[in-house]
């Protein structure tokens, strides 16, 4: 049972699901003007969240994925940022919200951010469900947060430890003895 890997439950289904419908609320009333709603997920992380989120949202809007390589297990130089699957939409003048599972050091968004700044959007803002600013590198502010979270090893509701976990539908916090 994968469970038996989680130490504990940090922010359980019913606090996620409740943090969303707030998230929606907002995120409707601020949107209620625009031209033009692209909804932006990045993978994989953020599926859950996005799907759930996106049905919170009551306005016409459009979706669109993106896939940036992970760095994981790199020395900290060498770290870079490379698109691997591009968005299908075209951005120009509209306005984009990216969504996201978990900022961490900032760098995934930092540099999806300057990618799309260059296609002459209307605006962007940056919607989180989890927030780990313990471990931030770069200037990196999301404009929406789920819950800001201490420096543990988190998984579940998309996030992953080696691919598996995503499905958990709560973040947990996972054994020490499992991660090493
Ligand atoms: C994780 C997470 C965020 C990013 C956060 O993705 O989903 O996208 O790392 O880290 P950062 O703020 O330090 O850049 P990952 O690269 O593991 O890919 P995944 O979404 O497919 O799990
Ligand atoms: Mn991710
Ligand atoms: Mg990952």
Redesign the pocket.
Known sequence: MIESNIKKVLVSEEEIQKRVKELGKIITKDFKETKGLIVVG?????ILFMADLMREIKLPLKIDFM??S???NQFETTRE?KILKDLDENVMGKDILIV??????????SKIMEILKNRNPNSIKLCTLLNKSA?REVNIKADYIGFDIPDEFVLGY???YLQEYRNLPYVGVMKEDVNE
């Open positions: 990045l993978l994989r992380g953020s896939t940036v992970s760095y994981g940022v996201e599972d978990i900022i961490d050091s900032g760098l995934t968004l471990r998309g996030l992953d």
